[in-house]
């Protein structure tokens, strides 16, 4: 079991920057695959970035190559999301989940948090 708790949201212009962060307790966070997905009013949820469980390997969906980098601290059990060069487009509740795939499918995730809100106006 691991429980996902997200901060870091809020509102911010465009261009700017906001740092996500996702707490897990339980076990064995180490051994789980993290990803960030979003989703914004009135669409489904999209994928955005995972991490391995070392933290070596990341994959980005492609809009947001280049300006988010996805991290993990093992021994602080967290997770994190730096988006830089931010864009109204970005607007959306970001979830952080636990895996055991390495997948873009949020079915393929086990565990959830239960979201943060980020607000980028133009």
């Known amino acids: 079991q691991l429980q996902l708790v997200e901060s870091g949201g809020g509102l911010t212009q465009a261009g700017g920057s906001l740092t996500l962060s996702c707490a897990a307790s339980g076990r064995s966070f180490s051994s789980y695959i993290m990803g960030w997905f979003r989703q914004a009013p009135g669409k489904e949820r999209e994928f955005v970035a995972r991490?391995?469980?070392?933290?070596?390997?990341?994959f980005y969906v492609a809009p947001v190559k280049g300006r988010f980098t996805v991290s993990r601290d093992n021994a602080m059990n967290t997770v994190y999301l730096q988006m830089n060069s931010l864009r109204p487009e970005d607007t959306a509740n970001y979830f952080c989940?636990?895996?055991?795939?390495?997948?873009?499918?949020?079915?393929?995730?086990?565990?959830w948090g239960q979201g943060t809100q980020v607000t980028v106006s133009s």
């Open positions: 991490v391995n469980a070392r933290g070596d390997r990341s």
């Open positions: 989940a636990a895996g055991l795939e390495s997948s873009s499918q949020a079915r393929h995730y086990d565990y």
